[in-house]
């Protein structure tokens, strides 16, 4: 199976701040990567897919990059709705797997 | 484009459990569709996959031979059947709709049904 591993695991941020999530595969999964946003309660959204496609209706403040085992996820200028927990997720082979999620706290 | 789901609750370690999900909104018989949980306070975990005909299933290790996922595209509606329901089991199930690119096959899940709650305990 492909283990994904982000980090940090949690951070705490300002408004306004750039934030970056890391995403790391334990084997090379070309652009096969998805990232989602969950908020407390809720289903988690869609934000990016194949790495660095955002999805329709998702503010243009997130972007993805990366290729192979390493990858990134980039919030230009944290908002107070982007407070939530963000997965990452591989979609190159069965199982499916997630990361382990980084939860972004306010400051 | 929505998901619902239903047939969440408490159950017996050992029991069974049938969820169901109805989608609106799209072409449903277009679709691979899954079933991903989140135990309490844990992370997410792929469950099951389905292809658009029902023809194609996949499972997470955990699950082999004790959950099935099936679907009913007259019905717009996918199901999971549980048995041997374990304690690990706990968590909200929720439904996504497998959404897919042509060229390169890249997949994701969007959107997501708002999920349901199955408790596993004596």
């Known amino acids: 199976d492909i283990q994904m591993t982000q980090s940090p695991s949690s951070l705490s941020a300002s408004v306004g701040d750039r934030v970056t999530i890391t995403c790391r595969a334990s084997q090379s999964i070309s652009s096969y990567l998805n990232w989602y946003q969950q908020k407390p309660g809720k289903a988690p959204e869609l934000l990016i897919y194949a790495a660095s496609s955002l999805q329709s209706g998702v503010p243009s403040r997130f972007s993805g990059s990366g290729s192979g085992t390493d990858f990134t996820l980039t919030i230009s200028s944290l908002q107070p709705e982007d407070f939530a927990t963000y997965y990452c997720q591989q979609s190159y082979t069965a199982p499916l797997t997630f990361g382990g999620g980084t939860k972004v706290e306010i400051k | 484009v929505q998901l619902v789901e239903s047939g969440g609750g408490l159950v017996q370690p050992g029991g069974s459990l049938r969820l169901s999900c109805i989608a609106s909104?799209?072409?449903?018989?277009?679709?691979?569709m899954s079933w991903v949980r989140q135990a309490p306070g844990k992370g997410l975990e792929w469950v099951a996959n389905?292809?658009?005909?029902?023809?194609?299933?996949k499972y997470v290790d955990s699950v082999k031979g004790r959950f099935t996922i099936s679907r009913d595209n007259a019905k717009k509606s996918l199901y999971v059947q549980m048995n041997s329901l374990r304690v690990e089991d706990t968590a909200v199930y929720y439904c996504a709709r497998v959404g897919h690119q042509e060229v390169f096959g890249y997949n994701w899940f969007d959107p997501w049904g708002q999920g349901v709650l199955v408790t596993v305990s004596s």
């Open positions: 909104g799209f072409d449903f018989s277009r679709f691979w």
């Open positions: 389905i292809k658009e005909d029902g023809s194609e299933k």
